[in-house]
């Protein structure tokens, strides 16, 4: 989980509570709280000990807690089993095991087959 150029990883302990924004570049492991806004440069794992209640934008985010809010990452969102999710999630790989719950829309950008697009082109004229 470590960022590649520094090596840092944030931890904010099962005992703390943020009220407000928290951003930064460093990879974080969220195993308290953060009530606000959330902008990494990094990576962000919510423990399953998280309660989340926070817009989230990062790099890529693995979720193992509960997050009401919208996600959204660069790469990718792992939701795993028994994190819930209340809200949208936007990646480009987004990957649910089974025994999570996602309340909201999954957004994610794949490039469908040429075959497929002419097809649903055909259906809507």
Known sequence: MANADSGDICTIGPDTTVRGNLSGDEDVLLQ?????????????????????EASV???????HGEVVGE??????VTVHPGARITG???AQQ???????????????????????LERA???LR
């Open 121 to 123: 082109r055909d259906r």
């Open 88 to 90: 949208n999630v936007r």
């Open 32 to 52: 308290g709280r953060v009530e606000g806004a959330i902008a990494l440069g990094g990576h962000l794992e919510i423990a399953a000990s998280s309660v989340t």
């Open 57 to 63: 934008e990062a790099e890529s985010v693995d979720v």
């Open 94 to 116: 987004v990957v649910i095991h089974e025994g999570a719950a996602v309340h909201g829309v999954v957004e994610m950008e794949v490039d469908l087959p040429q075959e497929l």
């Open 71 to 76: 996600i959204a990452a660069n790469i990718h």
